[in-house]
């Protein structure tokens, strides 16, 4: 479903110097598979992710998403592509402030090809608990119930892949669990595969499929020189 | 859904400068409209209303001053014409009517205009439209202290049939110079719409013959307004009293007069035009700057929305629908500023003139105006547009460390 094939990307580095952030000679992902990437910050793990989701584009390589190739695509193409087959939920969880809950879920929708369905998104909000809080904005909401609303959002279009970089980096250890244990149960019930990348191992200890991100991504084995993806030092 | 929802949500989040900006576009769609209605209208009433007369014969002086003296009654007159010079105009085989007119009193600042009775009987104020005296009155008899009052001057000093007044001295108010004839109101003229609305019309003699007016000058005029058989006998009437003559001033033909008037106060049109443009202008940039300073505020909500899937040429359509919404929204409120201004300025026009400017008719500017302002505002939300749609997902979504 996912495959991925000498895969790079670098950015400019503060020095002024091309520091290399990703470079993946080969990682596959099958379909509803749930995957853990353990990568420490820095490691290029958000990058990574970012090039799998076409948020950014690659310097070279594949990204092959049921047989697309989003690195070939133009930025537009990616954009659909995206929001047609990849639900992403950020470490930040990213929730529009302005906008209540549900139109949070309605918005992730609204970009996708079947378009709004509200009877799925009231019905998304009501599997992550939060069928009374439809009319909430974010603020009004826990960190917990925040993370819930992501979840949500990340599955609206009914994505073949959910990207998670870091989904429990602001959640303690109980809530950690609970949203983990959801989201792997939600991707389950709607036939996502599910890439998680994380430096926690009480995260990672829940996967079966575990994976260094070190042993895939050679610029991350190089030393830690390594420039995460906003071109600071400190990201993920 | 999408962008009206965008555009809703960004709208209620920078509420107060939506506000001001929309405001400010109010401001400057009213004043545009406003300008060019009160310009309009009132060039075309002030040019319809000289189109009973076509011409004003009076002592010699300005024709505008004749013009503005004798059909709209305002200005003062410069100067008397002989009862000879009437009666030789009035025989004139070239000359359909002739009206003479007096001025000189007024009555609490209200002008006072003694003529005969054939002005309110026979003659048309527009084309099919006669003065007529509202039920229960009559007009005035030629030799008796009567008076017909026009609608707008009888509202405002309260005068009724059977009303009496002493006229004061003068074409202003003077409380000291009250003469001491009594006049009876006979009639109240049913509303023109014209500066006739304004006036107390009373029989000639009875201005010539006012205690305190000079004896000498007790059968002169101050005008003759004048109907002719032909156009060919204007021409004719110019040559002979403004070429050939020197003693009076034959203000032919009225409308063009006043057309040529209009033509030269035009830089002042122009000046206020210049002015509605540049602030429509200001208001334009006040979008620009209002939409691009929060820019970095909305950044992030703006990058989220790419990494859901909004293209760019959504992001960049939502900015720009968003710029178009506020000077939509600033035309909207920019309407209800045009008829409150337009009946202000109407009211004060009505007063000073007696000419009405009608607030419900339409203009091209009125439709015009609110789109041309909501496209210069969706141009000017182009520039925050761009900064939008360049917004660099991945930078702007890295977490804070």
């Known amino acids: 479903m996912l495959s991925v094939a000498d895969l790079t990307k670098s950015f400019v580095s503060p020095e002024g110097g091309r520091a290399e952030i990703v470079r993946v000679g080969r990682f596959e992902l099958a379909a509803g598979e749930q995957r853990a990437l353990r990568g420490e910050s820095g490691s290029g793990k958000t990058t990574f992710l970012n090039l799998i989701a076409g948020i950014l584009a690659a310097d070279g390589g594949r990204v092959e998403l049921d047989g697309i190739d989003l690195a070939a695509l133009p930025e537009a193409k990616r954009d659909r592509l995206r929001a047609d087959k990849i639900g992403y939920i950020f470490q930040t969880f990213n929730l529009l402030q302005g906008y209540t809950v549900l139109e949070n879920v309605l918005l992730g929708m609204s970009f996708g090809p079947r378009g709004v369905d509200r009877v799925h998104a009231v019905e998304l909000l009501r599997r992550v608990g939060l069928e009374h809080r439809l009319g909430h904005f974010p603020r009004q909401l826990s960190t917990g119930q925040q993370q819930r609303v992501a979840v949500a959002r990340a599955l609206a279009n009914r994505p073949k892949l959910v990207l998670a970089d870091e989904p429990t980096g602001n959640l303690d250890r109980t809530s950690a669990r609970e949203a983990l244990a959801l989201i792997r149960e939600v991707c389950r019930e709607n036939g996502a595969a599910l890439l998680l990348v994380s430096h926690d191992d009480g995260v990672l200890a829940q996967f079966e499929g575990l994976q260094d991100f070190a042993v895939i991504n050679a610029a991350a084995r190089r030393g830690p020189g390594a420039v995460p993806a906003d071109g600071k030092e400190g990201g993920s | ?401």
């Open chain 2, 1 to 401: 859904m999408t962008l009206p929802l965008i555009i809703y949500r960004s709208l209620r989040q920078h509420a107060l400068s939506t506000l001001i900006t929309a405001g400010s576009i109010a401001l400057a769609c009213g004043l545009l409209m406003t300008v060019w209605v009160v310009k309009t209208q009132a060039q075309a009433a002030f040019i319809s209303t000289s189109t009973a007369f076509d011409a004003v014969l009076g002592a010699r002086g300005s024709k505008l001053q004749l013009v503005l003296n004798g059909i709209f009654h305002l200005e003062a007159s410069p100067g008397n014409l002989a009862a000879s010079d009437y009666e030789l105009i009035r025989k004139h085989p070239a000359v359909k009517t002739a009206i003479p007119i007096a001025v000189g009193d007024n009555l609490r600042g209200y002008r006072i205009v003694g003529t005969v009775p054939q002005l309110l009987t026979n003659v048309e104020y527009a084309p099919g439209k006669s003065y007529a005296v509202a039920p229960g009155g009559k007009v005035f008899g030629e030799a008796a202290r009567e008076a017909v009052v026009g609608s707008f001057a009888a509202e405002r000093l309260g005068l009724k049939v059977g009303s009496t007044f002493q006229p004061f001295h003068g074409l202003t108010f003077d409380e000291k110079a009250l003469h001491e004839e009594v006049f009876t109101v006979t009639g109240i003229l049913t509303p023109t719409n014209t500066p006739a609305d304004k006036v107390i019309w009373v029989p000639i003699k009875g201005v010539q013959a006012m205690s305190g007016h000079d004896p000498k000058a007790a059968n002169d005029v101050s005008a003759v307004l004048i109907q002719l058989r032909a156009a060919s006998a204007g021409v004719m009437l110019d040559l002979m009293i403004n070429k050939q003559g020197n003693r009076m001033t034959f203000a032919y033909p009225v409308g063009a007069i006043m057309a040529d008037f209009f033509g030269k106060i035009s830089w002042f049109d122009r000046v206020l035009a210049l002015v509605a443009y540049l602030v429509a202008l200001v208001a334009a940039g006040s979008v620009l700057a209002s939409i691009y300073n929060s820019m970095s505020a909305r950044q992030r909500d703006l990058a989220i929305l790419r990494a859901l899937g909004a293209r760019r040429r959504t992001i960049f359509g939502a900015v720009v629908a968003e710029a178009a919404c506020i000077g939509a929204l600033g035309a909207a409120v920019g309407f209800a500023i045009y008829f409150g201004l337009l009946t202000l300025v109407a009211e004060v026009i009505r007063a000073q003139t007696g000419v009405v400017l009608d607030v419900t008719e339409g203009h091209a500017v009125l439709w015009i105006c609110p789109l041309a302002m909501t496209a210069l505002c969706a141009l000017g939300g182009a520039v925050p547009a761009v900064k939008a749609y360049r917004t660099p997902v991945a930078e702007t979504l890295a977490p804070v460390s």
